[in-house]
């Protein structure tokens, strides 16, 4: 697939606005809404870019789709991307029935988003826990999917979620940290705590050394605050929903292309995303500068490249097909 003039620029030099700082993604946004369903849940979109080429973007966990924005902004230049809050997260409505939490209800909701913009085959970019709803969507309806992009993708089995605990960390903000700890807090409390304390408080391993938190986290926590309240009761529930989880046989039937990204640096982290490759059929891994869980951050330039790359149909340089 041919690269318009636009993205072959993006690759040479950076997209303009990137080139003296960050750029303003609210003007690049097109519309916002919510998708509203008779006995489900309604959906907060937002849809930025106007390009032909459309794909759906998924956050991670009991986030929401705001702090994916920025990250994904250089790939709009042609193309489209819709992101929306999943079912009680982010700016969707809280759910007060936790039976209508669960994985099935999340890959049910992203083919109502599917569905609602009328999309044959679009890209899907997911970031961790999204990464793991793209995957299995994609293996349950196979001919939605056309491309995949998976972002520090959740751990493909459960027993990986207790392995990664033994990632190393930086110990002295862990205690500061567990410090500063409560049980409970009130929605007045809760955007101010969630800058402070996201990094335990939504991050699925312990405190990195070489992760910006502070210069995350008001993009991490610029969400409904009673939604951010009620975010652990989200993601416990929606993992109970797991059981033992095994994804392998759902992935192994997935034939799509995708590219699974993670930071370099930690041998568990790493093998964790490669087990993401050597599940799916046609998949890559590409590890990446550090931070893992962000790769984002560590190398922007290289990062806007490789995903430009694969997304216009090209395995960027330096991905592996493991064995």
């Known amino acids: 697939m041919t690269k318009p003039l636009s993205i072959l620029l993006l690759v040479a030099g950076g997209l303009a606005p990137l080139a003296c700082g960050k750029p303003d993604w609210r003007s690049g946004v097109t519309s916002d809404g919510r998708i509203e369903r008779p006995d489900q849940p309604s959906l907060f979109f937002r849809v930025v870019g106007t390009g032909a080429d459309t794909a759906i973007v998924l956050h991670g966990g009991s986030l929401h789709q705001g702090y994916l924005i920025e990250p994904l902004a250089h790939l709009v230049p042609g193309r489209t991307l819709i992101y929306y809050d999943q079912r009680g997260r982010g700016n969707s409505p809280a759910v007060a029935d936790t039976t209508q939490l669960s994985l099935d209800a999340d890959l049910a909701d992203l083919e109502a988003v599917r569905s609602h913009f009328k999309l044959e085959r679009p890209m899907v970019i997911g970031h961790h826990w999204g990464a793991a709803v793209a995957a299995l969507y994609a293996a349950r309806h196979p001919g939605h999917v056309s491309r995949m992009l998976l972002l520090s993708p ?27 700890l409560r049980p409970e807090i009130t929605v007045d409390q809760a955007v101010d705590y969630c800058r402070r304390q996201w990094p335990i408080f939504f991050s699925p391993l312990r405190p990195d050394v070489g992760t910006p938190y502070q210069q995350l986290a008001s993009s991490i926590c610029d969400f409904p605050a009673d939604r951010i309240v009620t975010s652990h009761r989200t993601t416990r529930v929606v993992q109970r929903s797991l059981g033992q989880w095994v994804f392998r046989p759902e992935l192994n039937r997935v034939e799509v292309p995708t590219l699974v990204i993670e930071g370099a640096g930690a041998p568990l982290v790493e093998e964790a995303a490669t087990r993401w490759a050597q599940h799916l059929a046609d998949a890559r891994v590409l590890l990446i500068t550090k931070p893992y869980l962000f790769p984002w951050e560590g190398n922007p330039h290289a990062y806007r490249e490789v995903t430009v790359d694969f997304l216009y149909g090209t395995w960027p340089p330096g991905s592996v097909r493991p064995a």
């Open 154 to 180: 959740f751990p493909v089995i459960y027993s990986w979620f207790y392995e990664l605990n033994a990632v190393p960390a930086d110990t002295a903000k862990y205690r500061q940290l567990l410090a500063d």
